[in-house]
Structure formats: structure tokens, C-alpha cells
């Protein structure tokens, strides 16, 4: 009986090392460990051992038995891992083709540009005000320091609705609305379309947009203009970028400025972009002239403050190197997925 | 502005480069907006002259001249046929450069030339510059030049620096203003003009003529002097050049001194002929009802009583400001002259230009206001400049009707307040000394200014702190960034950040954003079948529109985003999915504004785009902005759109937009796909019943039962209707409603159509059971089949 114990672990373990498929295994398990396999059979014939040899023989099988579970489980081991690096080998992809996805939709340059310049701002603990684009004349020049027949009106180049109302040709109305609302402190820019009477061409629209700016406060210094102006203009060009400003005059601020940044072509030293300059004029600005302080309700021997502004399409245009105005109110699909 | 800078130097030193100068003269307002060069790319170009000159053995047209160019002679062949011996000539040497390119040594017909006689235009130089210069051939000095001198010296070639003048500075529209400006900025020493008239024609100007101002708040001031003995003719070359280069025409000496005096004193000037003046009377008034008057152009232009008009005894002779009269013109047989040197009032010549159509350089310098102070000097020098040509005799005295003297205005020097304004530390001796150099009178005991009369344009403080920045440099004023202020929260308002989940969740559904302009063109409402008299088409007209198709602001943005899609199914750009957040305009009856309506307005084509596409992203931008009492109706009458495939939208029951596909017959006619989908919406409809106030609902814990359930229904019933329905009678344990299949075809009855639902049900505290279910279904069934003669399928 010993000598039988050992043939079958011999010849059982035999097998299992040449066995290749999960299917064998189970046949092998079944002949060997089942209820009519060849070891059940020897174990159902011990009734016929002496009580001596029982407990002997007895752990013996045991023994065998536990050694061809365990060989089992060890081929089983074998073969699945060999069956999945099988099907793992067959799942191979080439990786380099084109990822699938719907694509998200792309924001407009404009709107792009837009929202970098109410992130800075915002930062800095501006609102965003807005108003009518179809605006009452009042709102649009007298309230700005600009009294009907003043010689500015000409340069405005204004689109008359009726002889009190334009449509805007700034946004500068929405300043006085929001200071005849609101006492100071005020911190706010005013994003929003605006019109005047150019004809199309490659930097020109009669419809554009522009970013105007107001803060008023006690003591509010033409030092806390330069240095918020420095502040946007490193925020949207990057933080090398200098500004210069210049002498200008504008009637609703006193003093005025025109505003130039080191060129984003060639950084200052002269190129095509800004004609040999090194500066690229991009806003205009100034302390808010006393007149319109008090058009918004505001006591400009308590109060001072500053505006500025600047048009989006030029920035636009010239932070993506556009050169033509009219693609940007085109709409070609093949220009706008470039953004 | 033109300024020759030859000019400019009559009056200060300006020894630095012209690039430093125009860059410093930028930095403290008066920008620079070109130099030119009336010189520029010639070299090597000199004064010849004629020895003698011998016909080209082999060509009729060529002669061989022997030039003396004082350091040797050279053999020069020409074409030209106006030259002699004796002539002085410019000549352009070998290897001498014009703007037309270098000179060669070359061979004219086998004959040697050693470089080339020059016309005007090989010089780049115009007639108007060089009136002498015929219209063909080379130019011939007048005169004796000296041999060999470089021409551009000999003819005065100058830089002329053009200046953008800002309308406040009236007085930096002349020389003298800008050569004052220039002193200070470089920080040299003005030179005051020194005027002296010797009024050799004795006799007294009040007795040929009298001046009355009768409109006095229009004519502050009117000076006049009288020039006897008057000689017409052509006035100097160095004028003439001056003038020219300065971008005015010389005329004759009379206007050209006229001309030459506005430029130098930014005081326009007018000469009448005193003999063409009835009554020998200036009356400045308005005009009379019905008068008229042909002026210089030789236009006839009514009057009107608004106008300003300078008029004799009888009849208006010139228009203030704006432009003569002919019938008082000077002529060649003109001997006694009129000057006038007045102030008019900006607005009245401004509107007066404007209504005439004529714009003048005195016309443009009167209406930004001048300085009454300036009238005198400038009456003067152009006196001065009568005798030094010797155009005429200066009567003695001056007509001076001076209605409204020039008041000194006393302003309040306070130097901590300027900088507490600018936020600088500059010391008061340093303001002083730049007031000082602006020709500020200054009290340093009473720390009191008195502006320049040429100032107009200091009225306040603010005015003082801007001298004080431009000649400190606004760039010297150190950066803060309101630096002690309080703090502030800022931010956006519910409106824009609602905005931008709309735009978010759009380009989240692949749309890109398109930006339309506001302007349109009221044909646009028959290209989209608006009816003749639907309320669409009032829309807010502009007055002055760049042409019809810019003429109106829209009330709908669909002909706008129609044409986006044509533009680009034209350029075959196969899909488009496209969305624009933009107002249209509303007029509304008895308000001055018309109601701006924000629209969200979304374009589809091509690719899967169909109608469920489009509505899935209204759908999707509903949830984003947490609506839900939201309603799609089918819609036959939308204009533009197809009968059969539109829907409007209604939120809390009110209409909030529509979304569909477009009319074939509009797709046509617009140049758009055939099947193109367009949703316009109202967004602040859309705003208003966003919630962003989520609450967190607890997670299922026992298990769902779903049920299929498959009905046959007449085809024109609406699934949303069935869905209604399913869901009154689903008793509080039906959770989803699905459509998962909608079939018409074999099988089912001609006109009717399949429908399938998966229903799901949960209970939220115990595991439904069978039964419970079933009498579910059973109760929605009954319905179905009672309300819409459902059969189960
Ligand atoms: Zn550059």
C-alpha cells in the first residue's frame, strides 16, 4: 500500500509538470482527488489495515494528498498566468494613434483676452461694471467733460441714434452711471462693446470692445496709476514688460497719458511689429478730471481717482500676431480652433 | 503740424540730434508723429555750371556740356532741352546718390558723361517747393550758387518734424508755440520774436478805415492795418520753401505773408482789398436772413443767422474764420489792403465750417480758441514782413476793437498738494522754475500763478499738477498700487458668473465662439420670412450709418450667426458648432434706451448635428444652470425655421426661446447646408431661474426594479405628452422615465408609431416588492390606453 501511495504522488506529480491547458488540470484533479479518483479509492480501501498500520498509512495519504493539492494549485498558477500573458500579448495596442475625444469648444480670441484682463483686475479687487451700448448723449460726452459743439465730439467720429441718444462710442458712461450709484471706494472695470463711424479695414471696425477702468478714492495719486497700469501690463504681456507713458490730452482726465508697453516682438530693441519704436501704444489714461467726479456725484476736493482704457482687439491682436481685424468678426472656424 | 526745423531754430537753439529732439519733445506732450527729410537718399549732388555746350556727333537729341564744378570740369552729356551756357545747374556726380538710385560713370552713344544734370522730381523736390522749376527738363538756379556747393544746402532742403497737436493746445499750432515748448523741454532759452513795424506810409489806419463788432460774444476781438502802395507778385524763394515746406501752397506775396504769419503765430490772418469795402466799414455780426455770399472757391453759400460774417456797409465779405469773400479778394490791380488779426469764437467757426463743408488751417486753428493777446503781435509781424518784401506801405496805427479785454486769471500755487496728487516729492523751487520757463507769471511771496494768455487751457488745479508731470517726466513719478487704500473684495456679479457657466458649459458641448457685429441691414428680415408687419423689424435706426447693411441694430441675432455658417460651409469646412453670447437692441415705446436683450445663440451643421443634438445641448446648458421647470413645445409658426422641427422653450412658463432647423427655404436663400440647427434663447430669462443652491440628496440604499414597457400610439402624439402621463400615474415609487425606442414600420399599423420606455422604481426605505410594481405599471397602462388609446405592444 505504501509502495501504491508513492507510485500515484510519483506519477501524478509526473503529470502536472507537463500539463498545458486549465481543462487538464481539472481531469487530473478529478482522477486523482475525485470522489471516484485513485486516491479516494485507496483511502476507502483502509478498512482492511490493521489498527497498527491505519494511522500510518492514514498520514501517508495525507501526506499525498496534500502534495498533489498543492502541486495542482501550483500548476493552476502556472497556467493562468500563462493564459493571461497569452491574451495580454495578443491585446497589444499601437498607442500612437489618435486619442478619441468630441473636443471641447474654443473661446473666441476676444473673449480670451477679455478674461485675462478681468483675472488681473479682479485680482486686484476690481468689479466688473456694465452698461447700455445704446447710450444717452449725456452719459456718452457732457457727463465727460465733452459739452456739445466741444471739438472732441468731431474726432469721436460718433453713430447718432437721435440728437440725445449715440451708441457709445466708449465705455466710458458706465463709470459715471456706476458713480452716481455707488460712494467711493470704487474699484471697477468696464468691459463692453463700443462704436464708431470707421469703415472696415485691417484695423479698423465700426464695432469694437474696450476695457475702461476707474478707481476713486481719498488720496488716490497719479503714482497709483503708473504702478496699476505696471502691474496689468506685466499681468497680460509678461512680467519683463515695461511701460512709458506720454503727455496726452483727453477731456476727461487731467492730467492725461497715452500709455505705450515695451514691444512684445522684440522686447524694446525695434522691429517690424512695432516699426522700429520698441513701444507699441496700447491705452490711454489719466487722473479723472474734476468735472467728472462731480457729474457722478463725487466731491473731487475729497476724492481723487484714476481711468484708463484700452481697446481688446488691439491686444488681441497683437498677443496672437494677428494681423488682419476682420478675422476676428469672420468667424472661420479653421481661425477660431486656433485658440 | 509741419514744422521746419530751420524754422524752429529762429527761435531756439535745438543743438541736440533730431532724434533726441523728437523723442524729448514726445516725452513732454507734443508727440512727434514723422520726421521728413526733404533731403534724404541725395549725396553727392552739386552746383555746375554751363561752360559750353556741342551737339552729340551720333544723336540729335544729346548735347555735351563742360561743367565747372569750381574744383575741376567735367564732360557731361544731357538730354535736357532747356539748358545754356552760363547756367548753374545741380549735378549729380559719379557715384552721387538720388532716390532714384546711384550714378555711373556711362557711356550716352559712345560718349563719356561724368554724371547727370537733375529735374525736380530726380531731387524728390515738388513745384510747389521750387516754383521756378520748369515742368520738363533739369532745374536751373537763379542766381549765381556757389561751384561745387552741395545743393541740399543751396536749396534749403530741411527736416520738417510733424507734430500731433492735442485740441487744447491751440498755441503749439505755430511755430513760435512749439519752439517755446521745445526751450522748455530741452532746457535752453526761448527767444522772444522781436517785431518792429516803421510805418512809412504815415498817416493814420482809423481814417481809411472803422471796425464794429456787433456780435461780441462771437468776435471777442478786431484788429486791422492798412497797407498802402500794395505790389503783387510772387513773394520769396525762402518763403515760398518755408510755406511749402510747412504743407501750405505759396500763392503771392500778400497771402503767402498772411499764410506765413498763421504758421509762425498760430493767428490766421485775412487781407481784404480796402477799395472792394463799401463804406470802408468792418461790421462783425451775424448773418441776415436770405444773405448770401460767393466765397474764394467760388462757391455761392446761403447764410444763415447762426453764422458769424465779416461785412462791409452793405453785404457780408467773408465768413468768420472760415473763408473770404470774393467780392472782396485781392486782385493784381489791388493797392490798398485790409489786414485783419481777429479772435473768433471756436464753436461759431467750428459749426460754421462744419455746416459749409469747409475746413481751413485757420478754420481749425479758430475753433479750439485762440488767444485774444495774440492778435496784436501777429498784426504786427505780418506788417514787419509787408515792409521787409517790400509788398506794400504800412499805414500808421492800429483799428483795435477790443470787446473783451483778457483778464488775468490768479491760481493758487500749492507744491505739497501737487504732490500729494501725483504722489511725487518734487521740491517747490523746481515747480517754480518750470512754471517760470512756461512763462507763468509767479508770486513766490504769495505763492500765486498767473497763467500765460496763450494758456487758455489752464483753468484748475489738476491743469497745474500736468505742467508740473510733463516737465518732471511722467515717468520719473514713482509706481504704487494704492498703497494704503482699504482693500477691496471685487469680483464678479451673479449675472457674469452665471455668463460664464453658460460659455463654459457651450464649449464643454464642442462649440466654439463666435463674436458678430451689432449693426445690420433691414433687408435681413425678408431673407429670414419675417412677416411685413411683426415687431421684429422696429428696430433703433442709426442717423448716420456707414451704409444700409450697417443702418439698423439687430433684434435678432439669427441672420448673424446664418451667415457665420454660410461663410464657412462656403469655404467647405465640413462641421460647424458654433454658439455667441450677444445683444440684440428692442426699441420701446415712450423710453429713450431700447431694451438690450443678452441672446445665447447656437449654429450647428454637418457631423451628428441633427435636432436631438441641438436640443441635447440646451438640455445639458439647463442642467448646468440647475433649471428645471423647463418645457420644450413643438412650434410651426417660427419664421426662418422648418414647420415640422422647432421648438420653443418655456421655463416657469415663460418663453425662452426657440431651437430648431432651419427653414430649407431660408438655408437656401442664406447660403447655409441644408440641414443646419440654430437655438437662439434668452438669457437673462435663463438667469433668473438658475439655482445654484445644491443640496446633497442621500444615496440609494435598496435596489431599483425596472420595467420595459412598450405602447402603440397614433404618430402625431408627442412622446413628452406619454411621458407626462406615465409619470401623474407612477405612484411615488417611480423614479426615471427612459425612452429607449421609437419604431414605425413593419409591424405596426400605418400611422401609428412604437414606443418603449424603461420605467425604474425604488423605494427610498425597503426593497419593493413584485406585486407593488406591477399594480404600478397596471394603474400607467390603464391610463396610457384611456387618454391616448395606447396598445401594448
Ligand atoms: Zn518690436
Known amino acids: ?339 | 503740424m509741419k514744422a521746419p526745423v530751420k524754422w524752429l531754430k529762429d527761435y531756439v537753439d535745438i543743438s541736440v540730434p533730431v532724434k533726441e529732439y523728437t523723442e524729448a519733445m514726445t516725452m513732454s506732450g507734443s508727440k512727434v508723429e514723422g520726421v521728413e527729410d526733404m533731403g534724404k537718399g541725395i549725396e553727392k549732388v552739386v552746383v555746375g555750371k554751363i561752360l559750353s555746350i556741342e551737339k552729340h556727333p551720333d544723336a540729335d537729341k544729346l548735347r555735351i556740356c563742360k561743367m565747372d564744378i569750381g574744383s575741376e570740369t567735367l564732360q557731361i552729356v544731357t538730354g535736357a532741352p532747356n539748358v545754356k551756357e552760363g547756367d548753374y545747374i545741380p549735378l549729380a556726380l559719379v557715384g552721387a546718390k538720388l532716390p532714384g538710385g546711384e550714378i555711373k560713370l556711362s557711356k550716352l552713344r559712345g560718349v563719356e558723361s561724368y554724371g547727370m544734370m537733375c529735374s525736380i522730381d530726380e531731387l524728390n523736390l515738388t513745384r510747389d517747393y521750387l516754383p521756378d522749376a520748369p515742368e520738363y527738363g533739369v532745374y536751373v538756379f537763379s542766381g549765381t550758387p556757389e561751384l561745387g556747393a552741395d545743393v541740399k544746402d543751396v536749396l534749403d532742403l530741411d527736416q520738417v518734424v510733424e507734430f500731433e497737436i492735442t485740441s487744447n493746445r491751440p498755441d503749439c499750432l505755430s511755430i513760435i508755440g512749439l519752439a517755446r515748448e521745445s526751450a522748455v523741454t530741452l532746457g535752453v532759452p526761448f527767444k522772444k520774436p522781436q517785431v518792429t513795424v516803421k510805418e512809412e506810409a504815415g498817416g493814420n489806419a482809423n481814417d481809411y478805415a472803422s471796425v464794429e463788432i456787433q456780435a461780441p460774444e462771437l468776435c471777442a476781438r478786431y484788429a486791422a492795418r492798412i497797407v498802402k502802395d500794395v505790389k503783387i507778385e510772387p513773394s520769396p524763394v525762402w518763403m515760398q520753401r518755408r510755406l511749402a515746406a510747412a504743407g501750405m501752397r505759396p500763392i503771392n506775396n500778400i497771402v503767402d505773408i498772411t499764410n506765413y504769419v498763421m504758421l509762425e503765430y498760430g493767428q490766421p490772418m485775412h487781407a481784404f482789398d480796402l477799395n472792394k469795402i463799401q463804406g470802408s466799414k468792418i461790421i462783425v455780426r451775424t448773418a441776415r436772413e436770405g444773405e448770401e455770399i460767393r466765397t474764394l472757391d467760388g462757391q455761392d453759400r446761403k447764410l444763415d443767422t447762426q453764422m458769424l460774417v465779416i461785412c462791409d456797409e452793405n453785404r457780408p465779405v467773408a465768413v468768420a474764420g472760415v473763408m473770404g469773400g470774393e467780392n472782396s479778394e485781392i486782385t493784381e490791380g489791388t493797392h490798398t489792403i485790409l489786414l485783419e488779426s481777429a479772435n473768433f469764437k471756436g464753436s461759431s467757426v467750428r459749426i460754421t465750417g462744419k455746416k459749409m463743408g469747409l475746413r481751413s488751417e485757420a478754420s481749425s486753428r479758430f475753433e479750439k480758441g485762440l488767444d485774444t493777446e495774440n492778435v496784436i503781435p501777429a498784426l504786427n509781424r505780418c506788417a514787419e514782413l509787408i515792409e521787409l518784401l517790400g509788398a506794400g506801405k504800412v499805414v500808421r496805427g492800429i483799428i483795435d476793437c477790443n470787446v473783451k479785454p483778457y483778464e488775468k486769471k490768479v491760481m493758487k500755487l500749492e507744491p505739497e498738494r501737487i504732490n500729494a496728487f501725483l504722489g511725487t516729492d518734487i521740491s517747490a523751487q523746481e515747480m517754480i522754475k518750470i512754471f517760470e520757463a512756461l512763462e507763468f507769471e509767479v508770486d513766490k511771496e504769495a505763492m500765486t500763478l498767473v497763467p500765460p494768455s496763450f494758456r487758455g487751457d489752464i483753468l484748475a488745479f489738476e491743469d497745474l499738477c500736468e505742467e508740473v508731470a510733463r516737465f518732471y517726466g511722467y515717468n520719473n513719478i514713482k509706481p504704487s498700487l494704492l498703497t494704503g487704500k482699504e482693500t477691496m473684495r471685487g469680483g464678479k456679479t451673479y449675472k457674469q458668473r452665471m455668463e460664464d457657466v453658460i460659455t463654459n458649459t457651450m464649449r464643454g458641448c464642442g462649440l466654439n465662439e463666435i463674436y458678430t457685429i451689432s449693426f445690420t441691414s433691414p433687408k435681413v428680415f425678408d431673407t429670414i420670412n419675417v412677416p411685413a408687419d411683426h415687431s421684429m423689424r422696429n428696430a433703433v435706426v442709426i442717423s448716420n450709418p456707414l451704409g444700409e447693411d450697417y443702418s439698423i441694430m439687430r433684434t435678432t441675432t439669427l441672420p448673424d450667426m446664418l451667415r457665420v455658417l454660410a461663410t464657412n460651409s462656403n469655404r467647405k469646412v465640413p462641421e460647424a458648432r458654433l454658439f455667441e453670447l450677444a445683444y440684440i437692441y428692442l426699441p420701446v415705446e415712450g423710453q429713450m434706451l431700447p431694451d438690450e436683450k443678452e441672446t445665447l445663440t447656437i449654429g450647428l451643421y454637418g457631423g451628428t448635428s441633427d435636432f436631438f443634438e441641438l436640443k441635447g445641448i440646451v438640455e445639458e446648458l439647463l442642467s448646468s444652470l440647475g433649471i428645471e421647470k423647463a418645457e420644450f413645445k413643438a412650434e410651426q409658426n417660427a419664421f426662418g425655421f422648418h414647420p415640422g422641427r422647432t421648438a420653443n422653450l418655456y421655463i416657469d412658463g415663460k418663453m425662452a426661446g426657440t431651437l430648431g432647423e432651419i427653414h430649407p427655404e431660408v438655408a437656401e436663400r442664406t447660403e447655409c447646408p441644408p440641414r443646419t440647427y440654430v437655438a437662439m434663447l434668452d438669457v437673462q430669462i435663463l438667469i433668473d431661474a438658475s439655482r445654484t443652491d445644491k443640496q446633497y440628496k442621500q444615496l440609494p440604499r435598496f435596489p431599483a426594479i425596472t420595467r420595459d414597457l412598450a405602447i402603440v400610439v397614433r404618430d402625431e402624439l408627442y412622446v413628452a405628452d406619454l411621458m407626462k402621463a406615465i409619470e401623474q400615474k407612477g405612484g411615488e415609487y417611480l423614479e426615471e422615465v427612459k425612452l429607449f425606442d421609437v419604431y414605425k414600420g413593419a409591424q405596426v399599423p400605418e400611422g401609428m408609431k412604437s414606443v418603449a420606455f424603461s420605467l425604474s422604481f425604488r423605494a427610498p426605505d425597503k426593497t419593493l416588492k413584485d406585486e407593488e410594481v406591477t399594480q404600478a405599471m397596471d394603474r400607467i397602462l390603464k391610463n396610457l390606453e384611456k387618454t391616448f388609446g395606447a396598445q401594448l405592444r
Open chain 1, 1 to 339: 500500500m505504501k509502495q501504491l501511495l508513492e507510485a500515484i504522488q510519483k506519477q501524478a506529480l509526473e503529470k502536472l509538470e507537463k500539463i498545458s491547458e486549465l481543462r487538464e488540470l481539472e481531469d487530473l484533479k478529478v482522477a486523482y482527488l475525485g470522489k471516484k479518483g485513485e486516491l479516494t479509492q485507496i483511502l476507502k480501501g483502509m478498512g482492511s489495515l490493521s489498527s497498527e498500520e491505519r494511522p500510518i498509512i492514514g498520514q501517508m495519504a495525507n501526506d499525498v494528498r496534500v502534495a498533489l493539492e498543492e502541486g495542482i494549485a501550483k500548476a493552476k498558477e502556472r497556467l493562468t498566468k500563462a493564459l493571461r500573458d497569452a491574451k495580454l500579448k495578443s491585446e497589444v495596442l499601437d498607442v500612437t494613434m489618435p486619442g478619441k475625444v468630441r473636443g471641447l469648444g474654443k473661446k473666441h480670441p476676444l473673449t480670451a483676452v477679455l478674461d485675462e484682463i478681468k483675472d488681473i483686475f479682479i485680482g486686484m479687487g476690481y468689479e466688473i461694471a456694465e452698461g447700455p451700448e445704446v447710450e444717452l448723449d449725456y452719459y456718452s460726452f457732457e457727463a465727460l467733460n465733452i459739452p456739445k459743439n466741444h471739438p472732441a465730439r468731431d474726432a469721436q467720429d460718433t453713430f447718432y441714434i437721435s440728437e440725445n441718444v449715440v451708441l457709445r462710442p466708449h465705455t466710458s458712461p458706465v463709470q459715471v452711471r456706476y458713480m452716481k450709484e455707488h460712494t467711493p471706494p470704487i474699484r471697477i472695470i468696464c468691459p463692453g462693446r463700443v462704436y464708431r463711424s470707421d469703415a472696415v479695414d485691417a484695423t479698423h471696425s465700426p464695432v469694437f470692445h474696450q476695457v475702461e477702468g476707474l478707481v476713486v478714492d481719498k488720496g488716490v495719486t497719479m503714482g497709483d496709476l503708473v504702478g496699476t497700469l505696471q502691474a496689468f501690463a506685466k499681468g497680460i504681456f509678461g512680467e519683463k514688460t515695461k511701460i512709458r507713458l506720454r503727455p496726452h490730452h483727453f477731456p476727461f482726465t487731467e492730467p492725461s497719458a497715452e500709455v505705450d508697453v515695451s514691444c512684445w516682438g522684440c522686447g524694446g530693441s525695434g522691429c517690424r511689429i512695432c516699426k522700429g519704436e520698441g513701444w507699441i501704444e496700447i491705452l490711454g489714461a489719466g487722473m479723472v478730471h474734476p468735472n467728472v467726479l462731480r457729474a457722478g456725484g463725487i466731491d473731487p476736493e475729497i476724492y481723487s481717482g484714476f481711468a484708463f482704457g484700452m481697446g481688446v482687439e488691439r491686444i488681441t491682436m497683437g498677443k496672437y500676431g494677428i494681423d488682419d481685424l476682420r478675422l476676428l468678426f469672420e468667424n472661420d472656424i479653421r481661425f477660431l480652433m486656433q485658440f
